[in-house]
């Protein structure tokens, strides 16, 4: 992980042994990664003006990029990037500044902006726009650039977004078992 992982001002990233990241990634600064979660080829994830915390069993799927906003008089905190628990991030998207609760979904190509914040239990359709400081209400399925409030998920829906976690925990396993 020696081209991986690097660190900012001093500050290296604290990533749980268990969790698996692709050698193409890039990691860098106040990141920390809990037990299980994975991060799949050429994501890009950037501590360097605020910090970025994923949670347990989470996976960052390839191509997408995380980012922050730095602290300022106006906005003393910045825009950290909290993502929580059996999040699944599609391939290729933007996370900037936002706050993920638990067993969400992010489809693929979604843009999630600074100050947005989504509650547990939603589903974020592939391609969405969220623009900045929304709050995306639990268990409801999103769509849209911008985007709009589509309708309330259904029990199949709401099963899958924590499976699509178990499954990428199986599969980052796997990965880990072929590198050993
Ligand atoms: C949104 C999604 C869940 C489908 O929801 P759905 O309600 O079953 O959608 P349907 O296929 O029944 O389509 C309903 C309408 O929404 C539209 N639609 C579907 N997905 C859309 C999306 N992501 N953005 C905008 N509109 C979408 C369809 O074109 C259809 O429009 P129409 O009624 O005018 O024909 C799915 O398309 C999606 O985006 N999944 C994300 C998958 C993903 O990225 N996974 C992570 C990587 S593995």
Known sequence: MKNTVGSFKGIF???????YIDASCRIVGDVKIEKDSSVWPLVAARGDVNKIRIGARSNIQDGSVLHVTRKSEKNPDGFPLIIGDDVTVGHKCML?????????LVG?????????????????GAGTL??????????????GNPMQ??????DAEMAF???S?????????EYLEEAN
């Open 13 to 19: 990233p604290s990533i749980d042994k268990s969790v």
């Open 96 to 104: 900037h500044g936002c706050q993920l609760g638990n067993r969400i």
């Open 108 to 124: 693929m190509g979604a843009i999630v902006m600074d100050g947005v914040v989504v509650e547990d239990d939603v589903f974020i």
């Open 130 to 143: 969220v623009p900045p400081n929304k709050r995306l209400e639990s268990g409801f399925l999103y769509v």
């Open 149 to 154: 409030k589509k309708r309330p998920l259904n």
């Open 161 to 163: 977004l924590k499976q």
């Open 165 to 173: 976690a178990v499954n990428y925990v199986v599969l980052k396993d």
